[in-house]
C-alpha cells in the first residue's frame, strides 16, 4: 500500500447537492449515520443503510476509486476484527471446533456485519470530509457546540485544533512518503522480511517525521501570530452558514432512517 493512496482528512471540490448541504447539516446526518449503523441487527437493516451510503455517494459523485484507497490502510484493522469475532463469538450451533478455537453459526454472522459495519462507518465519514473543506467543517462543528459557551469550554479553540489536525493528515502523509523515499536513495529496505521486521524498519522515520511536524506547527503558530490571530471573539465569516431547505430536507430523512433502523433492531431485522 502506498502512502499516497490514504485519503483521509481530503476535500474534492465540487458542486454536487451533498457539496451543497450546510456543514451542521452533514455532521449531524454523519452522526445519526453512525447510530443507525449501531442499531443495525440483521441483513435487513444492514441492507437499508447499505442503500443510504450508496445513494450519498452516488449523490456526491465522489469517485468510489477514492473510498476504496482510504480502505486500504484499515485492512489488517479489519482482517483481525473479523478473526475475533468468528472465533470468540459463542452460539449454538458449532460449525467447527479445533484446539481452543470454536466457529459457530452466530460467529460467522457476527464477523460479516462486524467488518460491514467498520467498513460503512468508515466509507460514511470519509465522505463528510471529501465533500467539506476544513474551513466550513469547523465554522460547522463550532456552531453546533455553541451551547458549550455557557459552560465556558473553549469551543472555538477546540474546533480549530480539530480542523488543524485533519488538515494536517494528508501533509504528514507527504512528509513521510518524502523521508521514505530519501532513506530508500541511500539505501534503507521497508518492504522485505516479516511484520515485525517491516515495522523495525520504519522506527528511524519517526525522528525526522517529529522534527517536520513539529517545525510546521511553529511556522503555523508564527504566521497565525503576524496575522493578529487571538481566537474567536469578535472574529467574522466569509460566508455565513445558514440552514435552507434541502437541509430540513436531510435531516428529516436522516431521522427517519435512524428511527426506522432502530425499530428494525429492536425486532431483530
Not at 103 to 114: N, P, R, Y
Request: net charge positive; hydrophobic share 50%.
Amino acid at each position: 500500500m502506498a502512502l499516497k493512496d490514504i485519503t483521509l482528512g481530503q476535500y474534492f471540490p465540487g458542486s454536487s447537492p451533498v457539496h451543497k448541504l450546510d456543514p451542521r447539516t452533514k455532521l449531524l446526518a454523519v452522526i445519526l449515520y453512525i447510530v443507525a449503523l449501531f442499531l443495525c441487527k440483521w441483513f435487513v437493516s444492514y441492507a437499508i443503510m447499505f442503500v443510504v451510503l450508496a445513494a450519498s455517494v452516488a449523490i456526491s459523485r465522489v469517485p468510489i476509486k477514492s473510498l476504496v484507497s482510504g480502505m486500504k490502510p484499515v485492512v489488517f484493522i479489519l482482517v483481525f476484527t473479523g478473526i475475533l469475532n468468528l472465533f470468540y463469538t459463542p452460539g449454538e450451533h458449532v460449525l467447527a471446533q479445533f484446539w481452543i478455537f470454536t466457529i459457530t453459526l452466530e460467529g460467522v454472522f457476527q464477523a460479516i456485519f462486524m467488518v460491514v459495519r467498520i467498513l460503512m462507518l468508515i466509507a460514511g465519514t470519509f465522505l463528510l470530509t471529501y465533500t467539506t473543506s476544513p474551513i466550513m467543517l469547523t465554522d460547522g462543528l463550532e456552531s453546533l457546540l455553541n451551547p458549550l459557551k455557557v459552560l465556558k469550554v473553549p469551543v472555538h479553540e477546540l474546533a480549530m485544533m480539530m480542523s488543524i489536525a485533519l488538515r494536517f493528515i494528508p501533509t504528514l502523509i507527504e512528509e513521510t512518503d518524502k523521508i521514505m523515499s530519501a532513506q530508500r536513495a541511500r539505501g534503507a529496505d521497508f518492504e522485505s522480511g516479516n511484520l515485525f521486521q517491516r515495522a523495525k524498519a520504519l522506527l528511524p522515520l519517526l525522528v525526522p517525521l517529529f522534527i517536520s511536524a513539529f517545525r510546521r506547527a511553529d511556522e503555523l503558530a508564527t504566521a497565525m501570530e503576524c496575522r493578529c490571530y487571538h481566537g474567536g471573539q469578535g472574529r467574522t465569516r466569509l460566508k455565513q452558514l445558514k440552514y435552507r431547505g434541502r437541509d430540513y430536507v436531510t435531516l428529516v430523512l436522516f431521522i427517519a432512517i435512524t428511527v426506522g433502523v432502530g425499530v428494525l433492531g429492536y425486532f431483530g431485522l
